[in-house]
């Protein structure tokens, strides 16, 4: 238990690393949130309902972090492909580029990264094996890689103009999901623990390019 309450006691630092009270660079904590869950989300969440979702807010105030984004160029709202009637939102290029430059995590981002890959990938497992507990604890989980989700089939790419078009397909929106789609966070995202070989082989992609 020492050993437990040391570990919880610098993930606690560890998150005054990144919380920040007032606006950096313009944008206020959960502004940083919005924005950076966005840039990270794929088709499927990337809705004024599924942002207030995540950052644990009502519609509206989702809805005016949307509007400050907006003004500031850094997001653009576009007809949804799968239900004209529905919105997607856009991070833009500059939203993009602020995130890269001023996002407060990127210090932190940094120090993990310097860790190296096998250090990276058992870090990640360790977080991931704790929220899993705290989410089952509390019935809650906002959302996470496509790639772990229990909807994720494989599928044999279908090939249009000699080109592949998808590798997998999300049984619940029933969609295709690009190889690279896998990787992007959803908030309809279910868990499963029989997912090894797609998983495996994102791992062993990171230690090739570690090494490269
Ligand atoms: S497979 Fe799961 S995580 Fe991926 S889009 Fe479908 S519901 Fe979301």
Known sequence: M?????????????ARAWYFEGNQHGLRDREWMALRFLGRA???SRTPSALAGFIGATRATASQIVKTLEAKSFLVRKPSQE??????????????????????????????NSLGTEECIRLRDSLREILNHLDAAHQRLDASICRDCMFLAERSPSTGKGRVTAEFMCRLYRAPVSLQETELLCTSFERTRDRPKIEENLDRAARVASQG
């Open 42 to 44: 794929n088709r499927f």
């Open 83 to 112: 239900d004209k009637r529905s919105v997607v939102l856009h991070v833009t290029a500059q939203g993009e580029k602020c995130l890269n430059q001023h996002d407060p995590i990127n210090h932190v981002l940094n120090a993990v």
């Open 2 to 14: 020492p050993l437990a309450r040391e570990a919880v006691e610098l993930l606690v630092q560890a």
